[in-house]
Each structure stands twice: as C-alpha cells, then as structure tokens.
C-alpha cells in the first residue's frame, strides 16, 4: 500500500499566505518495512517541520532549511521540499531552488494523495516559473594555448569539461573564474551576476613565463634588415586574410546553428502547450509531468541558440576586424610587434581573437 499523509492546517495563517502553511504531519503508514517509519520518527518530524515554519516566517531561512531537510530525511513529503526550495530562493540560491521545485513537480503522487501534497505540487509549479525568471545564465570560454587538459574553475572548484562553452545557471552575486592547462593558465576573472542576466566569461591562457631565448630572439628580429620586416608583415597581412575567413565561416555556421535551435525551441514550446490544452483543465501528475519535461527540453534548446548565437556574432565581428588590419598592415613594419590571432575555444563553439 502507498504512504498516506494528512496535513494540519492553520486558518489563520491561511488568510495572510496564498499557500498552505505546514503547522503538523499526521502520517498513517502501510506495513511495507522498507517504507516505515517508527512512531517517533514520524513525531520528531511533525515538530521539526513546526520549528521549521516559525523559523521561515520569522525570516531564519538558513536555520528553516536545515529543519526541513531534517524532516525530509526522517518522512519525505512534498510540503517539506516546497518549503526548503521557498527558503532556497530567499537566499538567492536559485540553482538548489530550481532543482527542488522541478523535483517536486515531478513527484509521482498516487491517486489519492493528500490534499497538501497535491497543494504542494501546485504551488511549486507556480513558484518553480518565478524562479526560472530569476535565474542568471553564465557561459565560460577558453583563448590561447594549449588547447588538450583545460580545466576551468569556478569559486574554487572545477566545472566539467561539458560545461565550457555553453550557459549554464548560476546563482546571483560575484564569482571567480579561472582556466588552467598543461603549461598555462589565465588570470582569475571576477564577475557580479545579476538576477535574469546572461554573461559571457573569456579567459585566456598564458604561458607562466616566456622562453629563455625568446628575448634574444626578439633582439635579433628588431637588428634585422628592413626587407626580412617587410616579407614578416606581407607574411602576417596574408595570414591575417586567412583567419578573418575562417571567423566569417565560423560566424556563419554559428548563426545558422542558433537559427535552427530557435526554430526547434518555438516547435518544441509548440508541443508543451498543446499537451497542455489537451488535458487541462484536470491533467494528471504524468501529464504535468510530461508538459515540463517537454517545456525543460524547449528551454534547453533556446539555450544552445543563444550560445551559438552569441559565438557566431563575435566571430562575424573578428572576421570584420581582421579583414580590416589585413588590408593596412603593409604599414605596420615599423612596429616591434604584429597583430597576434589566438582561437577561442569552448564545448560545440570556436572562434577566434587578436592583439594588435
């Protein structure tokens, strides 16, 4: 038999909040023993769950979080998680609050669950879009050499190789970026994200030192006769034409790829709502379920677009700057240094930039 609850209400709290208030966890359990809990179990969560409220209201939302995971821990319900994923958000930990709202709406609910567990799911899915709206989106590219063994580093810890170069949620406030590879590494990169924002972090590797014998290479270049200078900036003119096409290529191919991850998002944004309209009003927890998924899979690809999106414009705009220094740098043979072109690289996308 499924696990069936009843949840206590408090009427006047009930006038002030738009959602339920958790005041005490009454549990009648099925003799399934991998399933029951003990009647003291059960009564440490109702007080728990208690204290938990107080807390909430009172605005101790880190003291409100470690009482209800604990009740959670001891009887999962839904009301539990609703009222650490509402926590979560007061906090500004909109990642964990994401992750506990979207688990709750896809909590398998039997036919005759309680009131306050479907009232649970209701309201998280409600919440669950305000979040979405909050949530900022940060997407990390790597520049420079070397481009195998390059790891990232956000507030200390290191991001999966899968998450470079596509957005990916964070929660507001500053964070510190850094790349490391084999024999370079970028300087720490500090940004403050606000609620809703979409930013773009670049980091650039750099060798930790530069080559013994580079000084005296440089040297050597700077005495030589004015027709070697002359061939390096033909040279460096030619070589910069060629990599203001491959950008055009690359902007263009990113364009047409966010194009079309656009184009699926609207179809696939298409679907959900007609899955909606066919079940509404009275969809089943399966069919809420199978909306979200559906809209979760819509948000994901106008994701992609925008990453693709954003990488083609700025190799479209390398491509333009490059095309432009190409076409002027038979004046630049005077100068101790040429422009310098590095690849931008990041999971699905390249690009390419410069120095000059």
Not at 3 to 25: K, Q
Request: glycine share 8%; charged share 15%; aromatic share 6%.
């Amino acid at each position: 038999m499924a696990l069936v609850g009843a949840l206590a209400y408090d009427a006047a709290d009930s006038m002030r909040t738009s959602f339920f208030p958790v005041i005490g966890i009454l549990w009648i359990l099925a003799p399934t023993p991998a399933a029951a809990q003990t009647d003291m179990e059960r009564a440490t969560a109702r007080e728990t769950a208690d204290a938990g409220r107080a807390q909430f209201e009172a605005g101790r939302y880190a003291d409100a979080i470690d009482s209800f995971s604990r009740a959670q821990q001891l009887v999962s319900a839904p009301p539990h998680l609703l009222y650490i994923a509402r926590a979560q958000a007061k906090l500004g930990r909109l990642v964990e609050a994401h992750e506990n709202y979207l688990k709750i709406t896809r909590e398998n609910l039997p036919l005759k669950a309680p009131k306050p567990f479907t009232d649970a799911v209701s309201a998280a899915e409600r919440e669950l879009e305000e979040v979405d709206a909050r949530l900022p989106y940060v997407t990390v590219a790597v520049q420079g050499v070397p481009a195998a063994g390059v790891s990232v580093q956000m507030d200390g810890v290191t991001l999966p190789s899968a998450m470079v170069g596509i957005p990916f949620p964070v929660d507001p406030g500053a964070h510190a970026f850094e790349a490391r590879g084999a024999a370079a590494q970028s300087a720490p990169v500090t940004v403050t994200v606000s609620e809703g924002a979409k930013e773009m972090v670049m980091l650039t590797l750099r060798t930790s030192a530069q080559a013994p014998g580079q000084a005296r290479v440089n040297a050597a270049t700077n005495l030589s006769s004015d027709a070697p200078v002359a061939d390096a900036a033909h040279s460096s003119s030619s070589g910069l034409r060629v990599a203001s096409y491959v950008a055009f290529g690359i902007g263009a191919i990113g364009l047409g790829v966010g194009s079309y991850f656009f184009v699926k998002s609207s179809n696939t944004r298409d679907t959900s709502n007609k899955q909606f309209d066919a079940c509404n009003p009275g969809c089943s927890a399966e069919q809420q379920a199978q909306v979200q998924s559906t809209d979760d899979d819509a948000n994901r690809q106008r994701n992609v677009g925008i990453g693709a999106v954003v990488t083609g414009g700025v190799a479209a705009i390398t491509g333009v700057t490059l095309l432009l220094l190409s076409s002027g740098n038979s004046t630049a043979s005077s100068q101790s240094q040429g422009p310098r072109v590095t690849p931008v690289l990041g999971l699905g996308s390249l690009g390419l930039t410069g120095t000059f």
